[in-house]
């Protein structure tokens, strides 16, 4: 966890005292199934998709936000995430789950809830409101600092909203 980033799960802990902190702190959630990780997981850990299915070798978790099946993510319009979109690879596999920064997991995300997911960027101000307020609820205490980088990066579109659409894999 980076110095500015708490996770609900962090933040709960730190009001629900010691028992609650002990419990929490660990910040791995183990889903059980995908429908479960979009609902109670902090994070997602992505990858798009080449022809074929093969994997990029680009992954990385990330916060999101989860509406029914689909997962809602802003990124850098630098990333390799909205390159990926912008180079036609608008497939990803998506595991769902928290095992903390991917790199230092021993490939420990793999065997989270996986999904394939069809990936769209999205320019709609009305979408983008709706979908940052959901990121407000979703991670309050690092939305004072994250929120207004993510609106003002959208208006500036120096960030994208990208929406991945997943199904079962």
């Given amino acids: 966890m980076t110095l500015g980033r ?5 933040a709960l802990a730190l009001t629900g005292g010691a028992a ?7 910040g791995r959630l183990l889903a059980k199934t995908v429908d479960a990780g979009l609902a109670e997981s902090d994070l997602i850990y992505l990858t798009p998709l080449k022809a074929g299915g093969t ?34 690879y608008d497939r990803a596999r998506v595991w769902v789950g928290d095992v903390g920064v991917w790199t230092r997991s021993d490939g420990a995300y793999r065997q989270l809830p996986v999904a394939e997911a069809r990936v769209e960027r999205v320019d709609d101000p009305d979408v983008h409101t709706r979908v940052l307020a959901l990121f407000g609820a979703k991670y309050p205490l690092s939305w004072v600092l994250w929120g207004p980088r993510f609106r003002n990066g959208l208006t500036a579109r120096s960030r994208v ?3 991945y659409r997943l199904t079962p894999a």
């Fill in 20 to 26: 609650a902190a002990a419990a929490l702190m660990p």
């Fill in 55 to 88: 994997e990029s070798a680009c992954q990385a978790e990330v916060w999101f936000v989860a509406e029914g099946r689909d997962a809602w993510v802003v990124t850098a319009q630098d990333s390799w995430r909205a390159r990926a979109l912008a180079r036609g």
């Fill in 6 to 10: 708490m996770t609900r799960r962090r």
């Fill in 161 to 163: 909203m990208l929406r």
